[in-house]
């Protein structure tokens, strides 16, 4: 198997699997519909690769020094998905094109990818399988590879929430579905706050 082939395995694995931005983009997806929910995945896939680019170049090491940034970006990572959380919780359920609330924008996407301990593992073990000898180019490809596979996989669960909107059609239907969403993301903060590593 190819290095790229590999390198877009592992971005697969790393991006499709649930997590806290893959909920968002589900709940946005069946919230707002497929075009308003594509600033998230753009946000998020942009965010996620200069994370990843980054620790190519050498962030993680300053992490390694700094362990209290660390977990300070943990803390922040844990109070955000909450945060996302209590919103959907209390969202009234209405799915309409001039809602109220605002769909998650590109710098909110963005952002959870920078607050989410799911893909600063990602890349931290993604540097260490592909390009652990610094090979800027190759870091440069992976970087490239990993944006269009993240970008697909996070979009397929948005077009997947898009999917969901016309069983959620009913405000009480919303309810129960922003509530369990919320309730998932609750649960990866909590997971987020007691995981050791």
């Not at 589900?26 to 620790?55: N, P, Q």
């Not at 190519?56 to 998905?81: D, N």
């Not at 998650?104 to 990818?113: E, I, K, S, V």
Request: charged share 15%; glycine share 8%.
């Amino acid at each position: 198997m190819s290095v790229y082939l590999s390198m877009a395995a592992f971005a697969l694995a790393s991006s499709i699997t649930p997590g806290p931005v893959n909920v968002v983009a589900l709940s946005a997806g069946a919230r707002y519909g497929w075009r308003l929910t594509l600033r998230h995945v753009a946000g998020a896939t942009v965010g996620f690769t200069a994370l990843l680019l980054l620790s190519g170049l050498g962030l993680h090491r300053l992490l390694a020094h700094w362990p209290w940034l660390a977990m300070a970006i943990r803390c922040a990572g844990v109070l955000f998905l909450l945060y996302m959380a209590v919103k959907l919780a209390r969202d009234e359920g209405r799915v309409s094109d001039d809602a109220t609330p605002r769909p998650p924008t590109f710098c909110q996407g963005a952002l959870m990818q920078w607050l989410n301990p799911k893909a600063w593992v990602a890349c931290v073990a993604g540097m260490g399988a592909f390009v652990g000898n610094g090979d800027e180019r190759l870091l440069w490809q992976f970087a490239a590879i990993y944006f269009l596979v993240c970008y697909a996989s996070i979009a397929s669960w948005a077009w997947a929430g898009t999917g969901l909107r016309r069983y959620v059609r009913e405000p009480a239907r919303m309810r129960l579905f922003n509530r369990s969403m919320a309730m998932l993301l609750a649960v990866s903060a909590a997971y987020l706050l007691l995981e050791r590593s």
